[in-house]
């Protein structure tokens, strides 16, 4: 299976049918929780957290059932199905479209999203060592190959660069919170208080312990139902690496040279320009 053209961009795993339901027939519930990401930014970290959240810290749901069915992504193919199951429990989804393709009937929803980005260079990295176990992806000859196709936008899902100012128009609106990758690196607790309070939901220290527990990197490396293991072979190649990969922050560092980490600090002060938001790494 090959990435599928959709307006510009390129979509792995899903169909210009799927594409067109996400964007124009999903009906959003106000209820509805979204976790938004450009790819590698902690999508998966934040589906264990909202599932943890939501069942108060007990694991058997995150130990029972694979990620993908507890918070599904809306772009993927077969999401019109799976979402008729989804009845009796609140409904959490992941997306990676850039916000133009973003389901239209959330606009005057009072559904949440939290966008979660992650220092670019490190997204950049995690990208790319993961586009050599994804098979959907073109595996990357080399680092620096893929790193111009990264500040060019020549990507699935398009521009990292484009995708956190599309998302970040709607900053300081009640229904959208951003988070980063970092944060929760720093701060777990309170990123997880922050959360709960965000989507409505308490949940006593016990509680969140048990969540901190369930959401470290070691416990989902474990967990086949979050470390993507059941995925077949045909769609992901986990001898050539694996998803869960170092889980850190400041990996680029083992990656980029002088050169090319000074080029990607011009990119980024001339895209992100005119953003009117601080961002957190514009100084590293
Ligand atoms: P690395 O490749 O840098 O290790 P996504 O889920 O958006 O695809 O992002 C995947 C990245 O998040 C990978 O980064 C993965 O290891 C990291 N990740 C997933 N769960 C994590 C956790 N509990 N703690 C820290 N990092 C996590």
Redesign the pocket.
């Given at each position: 299976m090959e990435c599928v053209e959709y307006k510009g961009y390129r979509f792995p795993a899903t169909t210009v049918k799927d594409l067109e339901f996400a964007e124009n027939e999903l009906q959003v519930l106000d209820d509805d929780v979204f976790n938004v990401?450009y790819?590698?930014?902690?999508?998966?970290?934040m589906i264990?957290i909202l599932s943890l959240i939501h069942s108060n810290g007990d694991p058997t749901w995150s130990q029972e059932v694979p990620n993908w069915d507890r918070v599904p992504w809306i772009e993927v193919q077969g999401t019109e199905e799976k979402l008729k199951k989804i009845q009796d429990r609140r409904r959490y989804f992941s997306s990676h479209l850039p916000r133009q393709f973003f389901c239209k009937s959330f606009t005057n929803s009072k559904a949440k999203v939290i966008y979660t980005a992650r220092h670019p260079k490190?997204v950049a990295?995690?990208f790319y060592?993961?586009s050599k176990i994804n098979k959907l992806f073109e595996y990357p000859e080399n680092f620096d190959l893929f790193l111009k196709n990264f500040l060019s936008g020549n990507l699935p899902y398009g521009s990292w660069f484009d995708h956190v100012k599309g998302w970040l128009e709607l900053a300081g609106k009640d229904n959208f919170l951003f988070n980063t990758y970092e944060d929760l690196?720093k701060d777990l607790r309170g990123s997880l208080k922050r959360i709960c309070t965000f989507i409505g939901k308490e949940l006593d220290e016990a509680a969140l312990d048990a969540v901190m527990e369930n959401?470290?990197?070691k416990t989902?490396k474990d967990n086949r139902m979050a470390n993507f293991s059941l995925v077949p072979e045909r769609i992901m190649d986990l001898t050539k690496g694996q998803?869960?990969?170092?889980?850190?922050s400041g990996?680029w560092k083992n990656h980029f040279t002088v050169a090319q980490s000074e080029y990607f600090d011009k990119v980024f002060k001339e895209k992100m320009a005119d953003i009117g938001v601080k961002l957190p790494w514009e100084e590293n």
């Open positions: 990401t790819p590698k930014s902690g999508t998966t970290w264990e490190d990295v995690s060592h993961f690196q959401v470290s990197f989902m998803f869960m990969r170092k889980g850190i990996d």
